[in-house]
């Protein structure tokens, strides 16, 4: 399976300031994908992040909030932005390639304050 | 959005136990997930079940797809400390590439 890697693996924001969150896969996949996880809940898909084209939100997930890039088949970032501490959650990307399952990076676990 | 029927919520259990746990949709899938998620780490994925009926094992633990295509269990035998972790079941269904999730068991082991 591909090893993926996620930048930061925390951080602690203020307020009305903005995160981005890096995803870097080891190979080309074909999807890849933003979650949130708020505490001790399940996995909320945000959006699914397309090569070369605007990413595909979910309902009551917004680009204006979330905007995500996907500039190649290897990489990919979410922002979170004007943040609140409703905010705070992990966030995960996950790839998968032509068929499931997929496979997911280790997290960024965001406070914000 | 839509989720699946995940349970137990939690367990503990003495180590050594077996543990089984199930998740039922009001749909059909065609894909079935397990993922184990230890804290402060993304999900794992334990096993993966793309046929009705299909039983699947990797070492102690055993998977099957529901042959009415819409439940799925996990079975761990002998546990021990390092099964601790919130284990997660998935479901796809036809063409949709998203997951449908459940809520998570939450398995505790006493040494």
């Known amino acids: 399976s591909a090893v993926i890697s996620q930048k930061p693996s925390r951080d602690i924001c203020q307020r009305g300031t903005s995160l981005t969150i890096q995803c870097q896969v080891d190979?080309?996949?074909?999807?890849m994908f933003w979650y949130r996880q708020q505490p001790g809940q399940s996995l909320t898909l945000i959006a699914t992040?397309?090569?070369?084209?605007?990413?595909?939100?979910e309902s009551g997930f917004v680009i204006d909030k979330f905007p995500i890039s996907r500039p190649n088949l290897t990489f990919s970032t979410l922002t979170v932005s004007n943040m609140s501490p409703e905010d705070s959650s992990i966030y995960l990307c996950?790839?998968?390639?032509?068929?499931?399952?997929?496979?997911f990076g280790p997290g960024t676990r965001l406070t914000v304050l | 959005g839509q989720q699946l029927n995940q349970s137990p919520q939690s367990m503990f259990i003495q180590e050594g136990e077996d543990v089984s746990m199930n998740c039922t949709s009001s749909?059909?899938?065609?894909?079935w997930l397990w993922y184990k998620q230890d804290p402060g780490e993304g999900p794992v994925l334990l096993i993966a079940?793309?046929?009705a009926g299909e039983l699947t094992s990797n070492g102690r633990l055993t998977a099957q797809f529901g042959i009415t295509r819409k439940d799925s269990f996990l079975n761990i035998s002998a546990s021990i400390p390092s099964d601790v972790g919130i284990y997660f079941c998935?479901?796809?269904?036809?063409?949709?590439?998203?997951?449908?999730w459940g809520l998570g068991t939450s398995l505790a082991v006493n040494p």
């Open positions: 996950s790839v998968e390639d032509d068929a499931p399952p997929e496979f």
């Open positions: 998935a479901g796809q269904s036809g063409n949709n590439r998203k997951l449908i």
């Open positions: 749909s059909i899938f065609n894909t």
């Open positions: 190979s080309q996949v074909t999807m």
């Open positions: 079940l793309y046929k």
């Open positions: 992040a397309n090569q070369g084209s605007e990413a595909t939100y």
